[in-house]
């Protein structure tokens, strides 16, 4: 790691400080107590070993296991390699794509990680400069511009081919062999993947320390590291993005039971009669000494979620519908409806399907009906349908969940059918995955029904958990 020839003992109480704030910048708690323990970290651990300062930091830094990606790119930043052009880059540069794909077919074969880092310094240097990229140059660095060019994940059966040369048995006739060897074929495939997939990562992050060491650490950290999975926005997420909130889900939902299960206690204390009392602090000369209690007895509250399952929010609804369903145990009763433009129950479907939730768009959008003459989502059709027809879904104890960013694609919005379910309900909220910035333009009728309902912008993972152990009753 350069320290850019300032004393360490200047140096890295600045580097640390800042290393922390930027992962506070990314929603990562860190307090200053875990900022002290991570001081020790650095003392007693020393500068010699980068990636046992790495594992330190993240003992001493992290809470969850989902932080790590966040918390490794922005490591990267602070505590690089070095500066500059990396001296094994430096040392044997490659003659042309053709070499460099050679050398990293050979790497990714035999696993070796200093070779891997290696490569990736000179990638970025041969495939990924753009414009000028001097010292007073006006250019940078492009991962994605890199890999595009190098096409790393088209070399898996190359490598997989070197190491099978020398054959170590086929199948010889023998039961069963045939399996075995399809299966450990597998197995090495997605080994090989997995290498790919690495190697892709030490070329972003190389990427995008050289281009910091250009604009500036702090900016790159802020707008360079992708955030964690619960951050980010449901409408732009992509489908790896899903697949790890769906990876998150279980402990998300235990989390969220263990809060609302704690609202629920100090509900069951009730408020202070104020008349007994005073009644009872006669007895003292007037002092409370013993204040009085009116009972609470809670029943735990009915959820009915009506969600827009449109393609633009599907991940959005998909998501809640199965956070809600994994909370179960909290509510006496759990609904679900769906509706693109027609409202059908799906809650069987989440029920039954839990062994699969990536599927579970699928299933609704084949087993459910939730679409009728167009494809096209309409609030106040579906609003409508489900006043006509599930309004006895709905009562004194019941709180209605809305899901979806309320465009009705220039179709009538029908505010009085959310009235008579408002009207109904215990309590009616909004779950926009939209910013309030974005309400009211282009078809979006959020304005309307947000002086019917209480709305709520709802853009990601983390906002959805804080809402929901903020509003639902207990």
Not at 151 to 172: E, I, K, W, Y
Not at 179 to 198: N, P, Q, W, Y
Not at 464 to 469: D, F, I, S
Request: glycine fraction near 10%.
């Amino acid at each position: 790691m350069s320290t850019q020839g300032a004393p360490a003992s200047t140096v890295l109480p600045e580097r640390l400080t800042a290393f922390v704030r930027a992962l506070r910048g990314h929603g990562i708690r860190v307090g200053p107590a875990e900022t002290v323990d991570a001081a020790a970290v650095l003392q007693v651990l020393g500068l010699a070993d980068r990636e046992r300062i790495r594992e330190g930091l993240a003992a001493a830094l992290l809470r969850a296991d989902r932080q790590r990606t966040v918390f490794d790119a922005t490591f990267d930043l602070y505590f690089p390699l070095g500066t500059g052009e990396l001296a094994a880059t430096r040392a044997a540069p490659a003659a042309d794509l053709t070499e460099l794909r050679d050398r990293l077919a050979e790497a990714l074969a035999a696993n070796d990680a200093s070779a891997l880092t290696q490569l990736a310094g000179e990638a970025v240097d041969m495939l990924g400069g753009y414009g000028s990229t001097g010292s007073t140059g006006t250019g940078g660095w492009s991962a994605h511009q890199t890999l595009d060019r190098l096409r790393p994940q088209t070399l898996l059966a190359r490598v997989l081919a070197s190491g099978r040369t020398g054959g170590s048995g086929g199948t010889d006739g023998s039961g069963g062999s045939g399996a075995s060897g399809g299966f450990t074929e597998r197995l090495e495939a997605d080994e090989i993947r997995r290498r790919i997939e690495d190697f892709r990562g030490r070329v972003r992050g190389e990427a995008r320390r050289r281009v910091a060491e250009r604009r500036g650490t702090d900016e790159i950290a802020r707008r360079g590291v992708a955030p964690s999975a619960d951050q980010v926005d449901f409408l732009v997420a992509n489908r790896e993005q899903l697949a790890e909130l769906r990876r998150t889900l279980q402990p998300l939902a235990r989390k969220l039971a263990t809060r609302l299960a704690a609202r629920r206690r100090r509900a069951a204390r009730g408020q202070i009669d104020i008349r007994r009392t005073l009644r009872r602090s006669l007895s003292t000369g007037g002092v409370p000494l013993r204040p009085a209690h009116r009972r609470h007895r809670p029943a735990r509250p009915e959820i009915v979620l009506l969600c827009d399952v449109s393609g633009s929010v599907a991940g959005f609804a998909n998501f809640t519908m199965l956070l809600v369903q994994a909370m179960r145990d909290q509510f006496s009763r759990v609904r679900v409806y769906a509706f693109v433009n027609r409202v059908d129950e799906v809650t069987h479907l989440i029920t039954t399907g839990g062994a699969d939730p990536a599927g579970l768009g699928q299933r609704i959008a084949t087993e459910a009906t939730v679409s009728g003459w167009h494809g096209s989502s309409d609030y106040g059709s579906a609003l409508g349908e489900f006043a006509e027809r599930h309004l006895d879904a709905v009562g004194p104890r019941t709180s209605v969940l809305v899901l979806g960013d309320a465009r009705t694609n220039g179709f009538d919005p029908n505010v009085p059918a959310l009235r008579r379910v408002a009207a109904r309900a215990r309590r009616v909220h909004w779950l926009n995955p939209e910013g309030p910035a974005h309400w009211g333009t282009g078809d979006s009728a959020a304005h309307a029904y947000a002086e019917v309902v209480d709305m709520h912008a709802c853009p990601n993972a983390r906002r959805l958990g804080e809402l929901v152990t903020r509003l639902l009753p207990v």
